[in-house]
């Protein structure tokens, strides 16, 4: 390596990186403990050591950290965060963890890989053990690879994959759930089902097939129910073709 490639490699070290951003009036700052590295022919940035990106109240750190720029043009605007091992994040009232994290600043998308990826915000907890999407843009959370999430209430909901539906303020309007679909209440009480949706502002949740709500030891069986969870009514309901519905009620 040559004198001037070596005092390059150091000056990135000992300083912080700043670059443009597409299309945002902000800029992302980089910095890490071992080395910033600027690979003009891939269009990469990439920091090593305790990497940490900023822009505003965001904050993406990881053990390495790439910046992806366009290549096109004269301003090599920032479009892509990539952060790996050990990574976390913060934004505004979102906080996260995972094995991997992939930002799509244009389209303001998180993608964070598992195992045990977590995002948290004001309503609650976020889990899965394959992958958990945010799309900004569109207010939408999705948690593949048995998702879970656990509301401020103190309510819980799993299922093999959860689609949130999130309002402007970024507070969850529904909660869909497909697959060994499972809901628990801090009250104790139980229900499963094929598929679910919650929703928030109601406090209701209507479950379809193979619905099962345990209250202790008393069992109800139905292909479809609609719970109440703010006046702790539970109703099972038969569907066309599926029969009766059926309980062991114990007191």
Known sequence: MSNHANWLRKALITTMLVLPLAAQAQTLEVSAEQELLWDQSQGLYQAIGDAIAT???QTIRGDTLRAYYSQEGENQDIERLVALTNVSFSDTNLKGSGSQLDYNIQRNFYEITGPNAIVTSQDGTAKAEQLIQFDRAEGRVTLEGRGEITLTDGRLLKGDQIDIALNEAEEIETIFATGNVFISQPDGRQAEASEGTYDAKAG???LIGDV???????????????IDFNNGVSRLLTTEGSGRVSGILVE
């Open 55 to 57: 822009r505003g109240s």
């Open 212 to 226: 099962k709500i345990i209250d202790g030891e008393s069992i109800l069986n139905g292909q479809k129910a609609e």
């Open 204 to 206: 209701t949740a209507l």
